[in-house]
T-cell receptor, first 114, second 117 residues
């Protein structure tokens, strides 16, 4: 049973470009959470999605950031018109139910904006 | 809003010795979960141990144990017989009970643990 798969592991974008980060949850998991980790900081919650629904986006910046989790395929975190401050590690976690007392994390995508 | 505080940015322990990492949290909830995650240089977030607030007994997983003081809102991690592979960042995290919007984790800023020979 493969774990949570995130790709790419590393992503470099120029300022103003778009970044797309993908997360495939563990098999049988229909709940996905995205977190952002700035350098030397802990993880900060961004958004929680269930298949085709956004449950909680209270941690998402209001502009340029969006997330989806379609019926088929991975969850996507999309950052439009990236700026240097978006450089961070982005982690995805998944759980089987919304009672995620043991959410499993992917290895993260490190986004560098140059 | 819930907050999680880790007041030790860095700790060091000798191999085979015991070390305790501190964590305090603030919440008005009575039902919640607490976690310790390990993040080695590979960046993978690995769940070390979990504690349910309604359980008085402290959780234990092999060499890892916690000291959960609910009234003091304290949740420290003790690592016994430290090994070189224990060197990593350790994050304390909180999650309220329930589902839906309660499902997100709140993390502390982490403690970097060094293990020396």
């Amino acid at each position: 049973n493969a774990g949570v798969m995130q790709n790419p592991r590393h992503l470099v974008r120029r300022r103003g470009q778009e970044a797309r980060l993908r997360c495939s949850p563990m098999k049988g998991h229909s709940h996905v959470y995205w977190y952002r980790q700035l350098p030397e900081e802990g993880l900060k919650f961004m958004v929680y999605l269930q298949k085709e629904n956004i449950i909680d986006e209270s941690g998402m910046p209001k502009e340029r950031f969006s997330a989806e989790f379609p019926k088929e395929g991975p969850s996507i975190l999309r950052i439009q018109q990236v700026v240097r401050g978006d450089s961070a590690a982005y982690f995805c976690a998944s759980s089987r139910t919304s009672l995620n007392t043991e959410a499993f994390f992917g290895q993260g995508t490190r986004l560098t904006v140059v | 809003a819930q907050t999680v505080t880790q007041s030790q940015p860095e700790m060091s322990v000798q191999e085979a010795e015991t070390v305790t990492l501190s964590c305090t949290y603030d919440t008005s909830e009575s039902d919640y979960y607490l976690f310790w995650y390990k993040q080695p240089p590979s960046r993978q977030m690995i769940l070390v141990i979990r504690q349910e607030a309604y359980k008085q007994q402290n959780a234990t997983e092999n060499r890892f144990s916690v000291n959960f003081q609910k009234a003091a809102k304290s949740f420290s991690l003790k690592i016994s017989d430290s090994q070189l592979g224990d060197a990593a960042m350790y994050f304390c995290a909180y999650r309220p009970g329930g589902t839906g919007t309660a499902s997100k984790l709140t993390f502390g800023t982490g403690t970097r643990l060094q293990v020396t020979l």
